[in-house]
Protein backbone atom coordinates (compact mmCIF):
# COMPACT_ATOMS: atom_id res chain seq x y z
CA UNK A 1 0.00 0.00 0.00
CA UNK A 2 1.86 3.47 -1.11
CA UNK A 3 0.68 6.71 0.19
CA UNK A 4 1.92 9.95 1.36
CA UNK A 5 1.15 11.13 4.42
CA UNK A 6 1.83 14.62 3.22
CA UNK A 7 -1.51 14.55 1.73
CA UNK A 8 -3.25 14.00 4.74
CA UNK A 9 -4.60 16.72 7.08
CA UNK A 10 -3.65 16.56 10.60
CA UNK A 11 -6.51 16.38 12.95
CA UNK A 12 -5.83 19.94 14.68
CA UNK A 13 -6.05 21.64 11.24
CA UNK A 14 -9.89 19.98 10.80
CA UNK A 15 -10.76 21.68 14.31
CA UNK A 16 -9.14 24.48 13.57
CA UNK A 17 -10.97 25.00 10.03
CA UNK A 18 -14.54 23.85 11.64
CA UNK A 19 -14.23 26.86 13.90
CA UNK A 20 -13.24 29.05 11.34
CA UNK A 21 -16.49 27.97 9.07
CA UNK A 22 -18.83 27.91 11.84
CA UNK A 23 -18.10 29.78 14.93
CA UNK A 24 -21.33 29.21 16.67
CA UNK A 25 -21.05 25.21 16.32
CA UNK A 26 -20.02 22.75 18.81
CA UNK A 27 -18.00 19.78 19.06
CA UNK A 28 -18.69 17.20 21.82
CA UNK A 29 -16.99 14.07 23.23
CA UNK A 30 -18.08 11.41 25.27
CA UNK A 31 -15.31 9.13 26.17
CA UNK A 32 -15.46 5.84 28.20
CA UNK A 33 -13.14 2.88 29.56
CA UNK A 34 -13.32 -0.72 30.47
CA UNK A 35 -11.17 -3.29 31.51
CA UNK A 36 -10.83 -5.84 29.10
CA UNK A 37 -10.92 -9.78 30.16
CA UNK A 38 -7.03 -10.13 29.02
CA UNK A 39 -6.86 -6.96 31.98
CA UNK A 40 -5.62 -3.82 29.12
CA UNK A 41 -7.97 -0.97 29.52
CA UNK A 42 -10.25 0.07 26.06
CA UNK A 43 -10.83 3.64 25.81
CA UNK A 44 -13.83 4.06 23.50
CA UNK A 45 -15.32 8.28 22.73
CA UNK A 46 -17.86 9.31 20.88
CA UNK A 47 -17.75 12.81 19.10
CA UNK A 48 -20.47 14.96 17.62
CA UNK A 49 -20.45 18.15 15.45
CA UNK A 50 -23.03 20.30 15.16
CA UNK A 51 -22.76 23.41 12.90
CA UNK A 52 -25.16 25.21 15.26
CA UNK A 53 -25.08 25.19 18.84
CA UNK A 54 -28.36 25.49 19.43
CA UNK A 55 -28.93 22.35 17.07
CA UNK A 56 -31.27 19.14 18.49
CA UNK A 57 -29.27 16.26 16.95
CA UNK A 58 -25.65 16.21 15.36
CA UNK A 59 -24.68 16.97 11.95
CA UNK A 60 -22.38 14.27 12.01
CA UNK A 61 -20.78 11.68 14.54
CA UNK A 62 -17.28 9.89 14.64
CA UNK A 63 -15.97 6.91 16.86
CA UNK A 64 -12.89 5.64 17.88
CA UNK A 65 -11.41 3.00 20.17
CA UNK A 66 -7.82 2.91 21.56
CA UNK A 67 -6.28 -0.23 23.81
CA UNK A 68 -3.80 0.83 26.60
CA UNK A 69 -0.02 0.02 25.63
CA UNK A 70 -0.70 -0.91 22.21
CA UNK A 71 1.79 1.91 20.36
CA UNK A 72 4.05 4.25 22.37
CA UNK A 73 1.70 7.34 22.10
CA UNK A 74 -1.18 4.47 24.23
CA UNK A 75 1.07 3.64 26.53
CA UNK A 76 0.52 7.21 28.23
CA UNK A 77 -2.03 8.95 26.24
CA UNK A 78 -4.38 6.48 25.09
CA UNK A 79 -7.52 8.49 26.16
CA UNK A 80 -6.34 11.85 24.34
CA UNK A 81 -5.69 9.63 21.19
CA UNK A 82 -8.63 7.88 21.38
CA UNK A 83 -10.56 11.25 21.68
CA UNK A 84 -8.20 12.93 18.38
CA UNK A 85 -9.47 9.89 16.48
CA UNK A 86 -13.03 10.53 17.21
CA UNK A 87 -13.01 14.47 16.48
CA UNK A 88 -10.99 13.09 13.51
CA UNK A 89 -13.31 10.82 11.84
CA UNK A 90 -16.44 13.20 12.96
CA UNK A 91 -14.88 15.90 11.38
CA UNK A 92 -14.06 13.79 7.89
CA UNK A 93 -17.75 12.56 7.74
CA UNK A 94 -18.91 16.11 7.18
CA UNK A 95 -16.72 18.49 5.37
CA UNK A 96 -13.14 18.78 6.42
CA UNK A 97 -11.19 15.87 4.41
CA UNK A 98 -10.04 16.10 1.34
CA UNK A 99 -12.01 14.28 -1.48
CA UNK A 100 -10.89 10.89 -0.90
CA UNK A 101 -8.72 11.56 2.02
CA UNK A 102 -11.02 10.78 4.61
CA UNK A 103 -8.57 9.12 7.35
CA UNK A 104 -6.42 11.81 9.42
CA UNK A 105 -2.54 11.73 8.75
CA UNK A 106 -2.02 10.07 12.39
CA UNK A 107 -4.61 7.59 11.18
CA UNK A 108 -2.60 6.61 8.17
CA UNK A 109 0.47 6.56 10.17
CA UNK A 110 -1.26 3.56 11.94
CA UNK A 111 -2.24 2.16 8.38
CA UNK A 112 1.48 2.70 7.57
CA UNK A 113 3.28 0.88 10.57
CA UNK A 114 0.77 -2.52 10.32
CA UNK A 115 1.30 -2.10 6.46
CA UNK A 116 4.88 -3.00 7.57
CA UNK A 117 4.07 -5.07 10.19
CA UNK A 118 2.45 -7.62 7.43
CA UNK A 119 5.86 -7.79 5.77
CA UNK A 120 6.99 -9.99 8.31
CA UNK A 121 4.91 -12.74 8.87
CA UNK A 122 4.46 -13.27 12.63
CA UNK A 123 2.72 -15.46 14.90
CA UNK A 124 -0.25 -12.79 16.49
CA UNK A 125 0.66 -12.77 20.10
CA UNK A 126 -2.32 -10.23 19.94
CA UNK A 127 -4.70 -8.81 17.78
CA UNK A 128 -3.54 -5.12 17.65
CA UNK A 129 -3.22 -5.08 13.62
CA UNK A 130 -6.74 -6.52 13.89
CA UNK A 131 -8.37 -3.73 15.76
CA UNK A 132 -6.53 -1.07 14.28
CA UNK A 133 -7.63 -2.32 11.00
CA UNK A 134 -11.12 -2.67 12.12
CA UNK A 135 -11.09 1.45 13.51
CA UNK A 136 -9.53 2.39 10.17
CA UNK A 137 -12.28 0.49 8.34
CA UNK A 138 -14.53 2.90 6.81
CA UNK A 139 -16.74 0.67 4.46
CA UNK A 140 -18.99 -2.45 5.14
CA UNK A 141 -17.15 -3.95 2.54
CA UNK A 142 -13.30 -3.49 4.27
CA UNK A 143 -14.88 -4.27 7.58
CA UNK A 144 -15.56 -7.77 5.84
CA UNK A 145 -12.10 -7.85 4.62
CA UNK A 146 -10.79 -7.73 8.09
CA UNK A 147 -13.31 -9.60 9.39
CA UNK A 148 -12.41 -12.37 6.70
CA UNK A 149 -8.54 -12.18 7.86
CA UNK A 150 -9.52 -12.55 11.63
CA UNK A 151 -11.18 -15.54 10.33
CA UNK A 152 -8.02 -16.90 9.23
CA UNK A 153 -6.21 -16.11 11.78
CA UNK A 154 -8.93 -16.92 14.44
CA UNK A 155 -6.73 -19.87 15.57
CA UNK A 156 -3.53 -17.17 16.90
CA UNK A 157 -6.20 -15.25 18.62
CA UNK A 158 -7.24 -15.11 22.11
CA UNK A 159 -10.64 -15.91 22.86
CA UNK A 160 -11.00 -12.64 24.53
CA UNK A 161 -9.44 -10.66 21.82
CA UNK A 162 -11.75 -12.82 19.33
CA UNK A 163 -14.72 -11.38 21.62
CA UNK A 164 -13.79 -7.78 21.34
CA UNK A 165 -13.09 -7.72 17.85
CA UNK A 166 -16.29 -9.32 17.43
CA UNK A 167 -17.99 -6.58 19.97
CA UNK A 168 -15.70 -3.88 17.51
CA UNK A 169 -16.74 -5.36 14.43
CA UNK A 170 -20.86 -4.83 15.41
CA UNK A 171 -19.56 -1.48 16.54
CA UNK A 172 -18.15 -0.20 13.64
CA UNK A 173 -20.61 -1.04 10.75
CA UNK A 174 -23.22 -0.21 13.16
CA UNK A 175 -21.64 3.57 13.09
CA UNK A 176 -20.86 3.25 9.12
CA UNK A 177 -24.64 2.19 8.53
CA UNK A 178 -25.65 5.83 10.24
CA UNK A 179 -22.56 7.73 8.18
CA UNK A 180 -24.06 6.13 4.47
Not at 2 to 15: G, K, N, P, W
Not at 86 to 112: Q, T, Y
Amino acid sequence: MAFDLSQYELVEDRIRAFWEKFPEGRLLTKVDCVTRADGRVEWRCWSELYVDKDDPRPTTTGFAMEIEGTTPVNRYSAAENCETSSLGRCLANFLFAAKGKRASESEMKKVKRMTEEEKTPKVYEDAKSFFDALELADTIETLETVRNKITENRGKISPQDLDSLRNLFDARKAMIAITV
